[in-house]
């Protein structure tokens, strides 16, 4: 069973940094996607930046390029979600997500796996 936990969530000004780790267990992950949702109160889930556990095709939502960057470290089973100079509108509860995929997902219904969230909120 595929378990993911995220952490490092937490209250931050804005232009401050913060980094999400996604804690991965249960399988190995080859050939896996893992991908970070995020939804503010009221609104959908959207994309924020997934890769495959390989470290092939990292891919950031455009509108959140030169901000946000994720990476991973295998030998951690560990995805993290780089956050830069955040914005209050980056304010929402952040989501780790994994699937078995040839090509990475950006939709929230590619993914099988989830974690229960961590809250960020940034503050003006």
């Known amino acids: 069973q595929v378990q993911l936990v995220e952490s490092g969530g937490g209250l931050v000004q804005a232009g401050g940094s913060l980094r999400l780790s996604c804690a991965a267990s249960g399988r190995t992950f080859n050939n896996y996607a893992v991908g970070w949702f995020r939804q503010a109160a009221g609104k959908e889930r959207e994309f924020v930046a997934a890769i495959m556990w390989s470290g092939r095709n990292p891919n ?65």
């Open 60 to 124: 950031v939502a455009d509108s959140l390029k030169g901000r946000f960057t994720i990476s991973r470290d295998n030998a951690k089973n560990t995805v993290y979600l780089q956050m830069n100079s955040l914005k209050p509108e980056d304010t929402a509860v952040y989501y780790c997500a994994a699937t078995f995929a040839i090509v990475l997902p950006t939709a929230p219904t590619g993914y099988n796996y989830w974690g229960q969230g961590t809250q960020v909120t940034v503050s003006s």
